[in-house]
């Protein structure tokens, strides 16, 4: 069993930063491929990032690329979330995700095992 748990979320200016962390449990993310994803108030939740256990191989939605930066440290057993250039939109609960299947970086939340509590960012205007 994994457990995983998402910190750094907070309320900040539209353009402001934040890094978001995921610390897990239980047993070693090395070779999980890891997620983040984000729902917001009324809407489903939607892909964020991606990246396969190499740490090479990265995805992420159109919607924040080029602002956000995914990246991991499997020694730390910890993935985290650079997140630049805020909008307003960008305003959700933030969910860090594991897959344990072997492939390509999955963009459905319903490929993913585990899955940390979230951890709210608001950005305001």
């Known amino acids: 069993q994994v457990q995983l748990v998402e910190s750094g979320g907070g309320l900040v200016q539209a353009g402001g930063s934040l890094r978001l962390s995921c610390a897990a449990s239980?047993?070693?993310?090395?070779?999980?491929?890891m997620g983040w994803f984000r729902q917001a108030p009324g809407k489903e939740r939607e892909f964020v990032a991606g990246?396969?256990?190499?740490?090479?191989?990265?995805h992420y939605a159109d919607s924040v690329k080029g602002r956000f930066t995914i990246s991991r440290d499997n020694a730390k057993n910890t993935v985290f979330l650079r997140m630049n250039s805020l909008k307003p939109e960008d305003t959700a609960v933030y969910y860090c995700?594991?897959?344990?299947?072997?492939?390509?970086?999955?963009?459905?939340?319903?490929?993913?095992?585990?899955w940390g509590q979230g951890t709210q960012v608001t950005v305001s205007s």
């Open positions: 995700a594991a897959d344990k299947a072997i492939g390509a970086i999955s963009t459905t939340s319903r490929s993913y095992d585990y």
């Open positions: 239980g047993r070693t993310l090395s070779s999980f491929t």
């Open positions: 990246i396969r256990w190499s740490g090479i191989e990265i």
